[in-house]
């Protein structure tokens, strides 16, 4: 494996990786191919981040779920007729493996995707459902990657990579040109960072169009390795990383991303996952969209204020939509307990079960809901005569949820030894 040592002076330039005409082509390449997905605005957003205005790119509804289809299409579609016969072979943590799959269905080429096993039953089963034969292969992306390389020697296959390769940065770059056709004034665009492909593509077909317009990327605290890269003028690999947004664990960026980021990327900055939980939920309830935690990375920078955008104008890349409903559902737990909204609570009790009847009057008096009750082991600190329970309530904030457990300490028989609205980050606020 290469320990990506490239520097300042030894990558590419810029201009030699991918232009904006090469975008251009893209766009007419891919013109019936892609859905022109919207720019949906977010009134709740914008007011919490203090901009004018926030768009909201939503590639969570483009075909397979996220921009992947893009660039994977645009590469497949200059393929030689002999590359075709032979067929392809991609690694992906699942985003780019659908995108390669049902660009392969048009374009009636055989693929083959190698994924590592953190990748979501959901993208694997997607991706099969294109048509693709997917091999589950490595703990991390990088085993994936390395195996796949292995299978396109050994078998004569054609390597389509997710990100450092430019008919793909060009086809992700036509959702900087959807951006510029739907929000001329825009001032900043927030993109999320995995291995670099999308905002390399989105920063090219921005700054030719407006050199003043803001392009920041977004990477979760566990896989930020793009603003090292950038600081130290040379490709920097991340040992390990750990982020429930698989869709950007990337460990590093690659030569001719790094060699667009560093030219045409304007500031990366980093949120942890409690930030990506958040944007999550605050899509779910209030945009009405459904985001993987990848695609929810900038609204993320934007909720938490990683970014400065006051006053400005903003467009927010919602890049992905792939998540269980399982995964999604605890995703959204996590934020509404991070808003206070939800609280859990541990609770003694003196008479139980009888005494359940009280603690749910009382909840429902105080407006508040009991979403979930259960008996919880007993540890050392329990008082051995009384029953420890764990409670979840749901509310409209921390201070209804507050009220609510006092209501319950209010009563006999029941304690509350601890809760969890100490650790929320804020409020959801009530605008639409």
Excluded at 145 to 173: K, N, S
Aim: with cysteine; charged share 25%.
């Amino acid at each position: 494996m290469s320990d990506g040592r490239v520097t300042g002076e030894s990558a590419p330039p810029a201009s030699d990786v991918v232009t904006a005409d090469d975008v251009a082509d893209a766009h007419e390449r891919l013109d019936g191919v892609v859905h022109r997905t919207p720019l949906d605005s977010s009134r709740t957003i914008a007011d919490r981040c203090g901009a004018e205005r926030v768009g909201l790119k939503l590639e969570n509804v483009q075909r397979t779920g996220s921009f992947k289809i893009r660039g994977a299409y645009n590469a497949m579609a200059q393929l030689p007729e002999s590359a075709r016969e032979r067929g392809v072979v991609a690694s992906s943590a699942g985003n780019h493996a659908q995108g390669v799959a049902l660009a392969g269905d048009l374009l009636d080429i055989d693929t083959t995707i190698v994924v590592p096993e953190i990748t979501p039953a959901v993208k694997i089963d997607a991706t099969r459902g294109y048509g693709a034969d997917v091999v589950v292969e490595g703990d991390l992306y990088e085993e994936s990657y390395e195996h796949a390389l292995r299978l396109a020697e050994d078998e004569g296959l054609e390597f389509v990579h997710p990100f450092d390769d430019a008919a793909v940065i060009a086809g992700q770059g036509t959702v900087g040109r959807e951006i510029a056709a739907d929000a001329p004034d825009v001032d900043t665009v927030l993109v999320s960072i995995g291995g670099g492909g999308l905002i390399s593509g989105i920063a090219t077909a921005l700054k030719a169009r407006d050199p003043d317009v803001r392009v920041v990327g977004v990477q979760p605290e566990g896989a930020a390795h793009a603003k090292p890269s950038l600081e130290a003028d040379e490709i920097r690999m991340l040992s390990a990383v750990d982020t429930v947004a698989e869709g950007i664990a990337d460990a590093r960026l690659l030569e001719r991303t790094f060699a667009v980021v560093r030219d045409r990327v304007d500031d990366v900055v980093s949120v942890d996952d409690t930030d990506l939980a958040v944007a999550t939920t605050v899509l779910a309830e209030r945009a009405k969209t459904v985001a993987e935690p990848a695609g929810a990375a900038p609204v993320a920078a934007l909720l938490s204020g990683a970014v400065d955008v006051a006053g400005e104008r903003v467009a927010a890349v919602v890049s992905g939509g792939n998540v269980g409903l399982a995964e999604h559902a605890e995703l959204t737990r996590v934020g509404m307990q991070a808003l206070g909204r939800a609280v859990e609570a541990r609770l003694e009790l003196d008479d139980w079960p009888a005494i359940l009847g009280d603690v749910s009057e009382a909840v429902a008096a105080s407006g508040a809901e009991l979403d979930s009750v259960e008996r919880a082991p007993r540890t050392a600190s329990d008082a051995p005569n009384r029953v420890p329970v764990e409670v979840r309530l749901d509310g409209s904030g921390p201070d209804h949820l507050a009220d609510a457990l006092d209501s319950l300490s209010a009563l006999d028989g029941v304690d509350v030894v601890s809760h969890s609205l100490d650790r929320c980050v804020g409020e959801s606020g009530d605008s639409a």
